[in-house]
């Protein structure tokens, strides 16, 4: 099984380079295990037992299966996690011809590890909106090839590289994508047109827009002597979504189990298909009762925010309180933050911790170092939006934020087993 599910989330990663790409691979495998796509404009009728998933601004998703208990009487189990990785997006008049060179100007999204961008294969992926035939479609794109790299400055022009250096973001991130000769200026939307064309067979009359991303070619791999690891891009935080999309996958129905998928977490989540955006309140608005018992419902019921956590690096140990310090390969962390950048509290954990040992899962604490700051995630934000008790966990992981990033090959089964007893349990503590 863990081989299996391994190698499931490398092809995950592979098919999923930007949160749009992301989100319709997990749509993909949600309708083809037999969950229903719902239309946000349209009215809905659901059942009992049905199985559901809606998309928002192509990016976000939310995937629910109707339990055969009422909501009302036994909660909601839902599992929240994000779509979006640190990275570079192109900007939208990008062109730069420098030196004989056709280069892209591109912005930074998140809190991104910038040095490991450089001298990397890129590749180009996003979703383009056009005009075709008097109308406006959007599709994805996804070059797939190495189209593009940032090479570094060579250490004879550079003699202070090794001591560190500030990246100036505007000027030695823009990647190079060809050599031009003369006068020839490249057009970047004719080169988005040929693309379309490329690969879904369709003549644009005109590139309106578009939100791209550029993401290291090399696929993801369990590596080690032993095998004892999984490194890849964007394991914060698609390995997330990919768990709890087995889980959910595998749930027996008895339960309201929810599945929640938003972009935008490494800026912050304020839009409307981030947590701090209305969209996973509106959904239940949409399947529970309205006023009193929605209310009830909502407080019988219990999150499991599931974002990468901080593993113990052995080179940096001294980066971490000396008695919460995760490590790779022993389960699941539990995210602890007495200033509530972590959602969890004495109960959501003892039920999570609960869930590990009846399923001897191994389970592990975070703290971070008093003299720290701490991150956050989408554990306090959806719990003040929706008022849900929330438990924030994640596994543990080394290099978050870089280009590729390292987890324990044993993890990820660890983590699908407790997220499936969670979605299957009668009592939510």
Known sequence: MRAELNQGLIEFLKSSPTPFHATRTLAQRLQSAGFRPLDERDSWATEPGGRYYVTRNDSSIIAFQLGRRAPLDGGLRLVGAHTDSPCLRVKPQPELQRQGFFQLGVEVYGGALLAPWFDRDLSL?????FRRDGKVESRLIDFQLPIAVIPNLAIHLNREANQGWAINAQHELPPILAQVAGEERADFRALLADQLALE?????DAVLDYELSFYDTQNAAVIGLNGDFIAGARL????????????????????TCVLVCTDHEEIGSCSACGADGPF??????????EGDAFVRTIQKSLLVSADNAHGVHPNYADKHDANHGPKLNAGPVIKVNSNQRYATNSETAGFFRHLCLAEEVPVQSFVVRSDMGCGSTIGPITASQLGVRTVDIGLPTFAMHSIRELAGSHDLAHLVKVLGAFYNSAELG
């Open 125 to 129: 992926a996003g979703r383009v909106t």
């Open 200 to 204: 879904h067979e369709l003549n644009a």
């Open 236 to 255: 914060d935080n698609l390995l997330s979504c990919y768990a709890g999309l087995q889980a959910l996958l595998a749930a027996d129905g008895e339960e």
């Open 280 to 289: 996973l309140e509106q959904v239940l608005q949409r399947l529970l009762p």
